[in-house]
Every structure is written in structure tokens, then in C-alpha cells.
């Protein structure tokens, strides 16, 4: 089966940082993706990892490890207009997109 | 950048009616789409993956029958939810693979009364 299970909710405070985490496991996994989404819009991509490690841009960071089945967001300096739900996304073999549980994130000035 | 145009982004309709949603990739071909559903706070659950010119696949306990797709060409995807009823009613969003990830719809509001 697939788990892919990350906080449901967390609050920060402007300027402060947050790490956003993802724990996984799936069938298959061919790279893991983060996406920011404001209630009834599309997904917005953030990040994508498919090797063990940071991939950093800008205010924004992604980790990976694939033997732990784990990944993070992190988010620095943060503004009011990243209050949003953070997704993360396991990509499998046959190239479907399972997306994790979403992490409704509030910032608070 | 790719575009996936969608339509409607918003659709009101009577219980046991049917419903048609249009995915179209805008500057790009789509060879697979695939098909979400979101209900208020939670996230977006797979249903299906429709591919041009063969039968989609559904996860499990999506009904293929309630929701019919068709993927004709490789620039559109259509998802028909057939006699819909209110429990039907949510957030339908779709996706398609392009060359750097994947590219969403806008997403369509449905709301059956």
C-alpha cells in the first residue's frame, strides 16, 4: 500500500523558519516533489528530489533520504503570504503522482 | 511554460445529472493525464489515469462507471461524472506529464444540489 503521511497542521511567526516533514512509503519511488497550494487553486510546484540530499532555492529547501523514507520542506524567513498547505508527492515507477496528507501552515505576524 | 487549460473551473448541477470536465494541454502533448479529487482540507487523492488512445486505469475504489474518461487526443482529457449526487460534490483537478514535472489544471468546483 502507499503511506505517505506528513503534520496536518503548524503555525510560525514571520521571519521565523519551519520544517515541514514527510515520511513515505510506497510501491515504487521515482523522485519526491513539494507543492504549495492555496485553498481551491492548483498545486504550485516548490521542489523536487530524487537523490539523497538538500536541493536549496532560495528561501526554500528540500530534503531526501531514500533509506529512511523521509523528506522535509523548509521554509526561512517567513512572510505572511506563505500561509498555505504544503504537499509533498511521491512519484512512482508507472509515473503517477501520489500525493502525502498536506500540512495547512499559518503564519502569524 | 506547459499550460492545462480547465473547464469549468466552477459547475452547479441537479442530483442525477452528469457532469463534463475538460482538461487540454494548451503547447505541449499529453500522452497521460491524470485525474484528482480534493475534499475541503485534505489532500489530493488519485483517481484515475487516462491515457490517449487506451482505456484508463482507476485506483482502487473509484468507480469506472461513475466517472468516465476519455483521453481521444493527446491535447485533451475528459472526466464525466455521471448521476452525480451530492457526496460527489468536491474539488476535481487534473495533471498531466511534461517534460520538467507535471502540469495542473486550474481545478473545477463541482457542487451537486
Known sequence: GQNIDQPTEMTATEGAIVQ????????GFNGLFWYQQHAGEAPTFLSYNVLDGLEEKGRFS??????KGYSYLLL?????????????????????????????????? | GAVVSQHPSRVICKSGTSVKIECRSLD????????????????????ATSNEGSKATYEQGVEKDKFLINHASLTLSTLTVTSAHPEDSSFYICSARDRNGYTFGSGTRLTVV
Open chain 1, 20 to 27: 515541514i516533514n514527510c515520511t513515505y512509503q510506497t510501491s
Open chain 1, 76 to 109: 526561512k524567513e517567513l512572510q505572511m503570504k506563505d500561509s498555505a498547505s504544503y504537499l509533498c508527492a511521491v512519484r512512482e515507477r508507472d509515473d503517477k503522482l501520489i500525493f502525502g496528507t498536506g500540512t495547512r501552515l499559518q503564519v502569524f505576524p
Open chain 1, 62 to 67: 528540500s530534503f531526501l533520504s531514500r533509506s
Open chain 2, 28 to 47: 505541449f502533448q499529453a500522452t497521460t493525464m491524470f485525474w484528482y479529487r480534493q475534499f475541503p482540507k485534505q489532500s489530493l487523492m488519485l483517481m
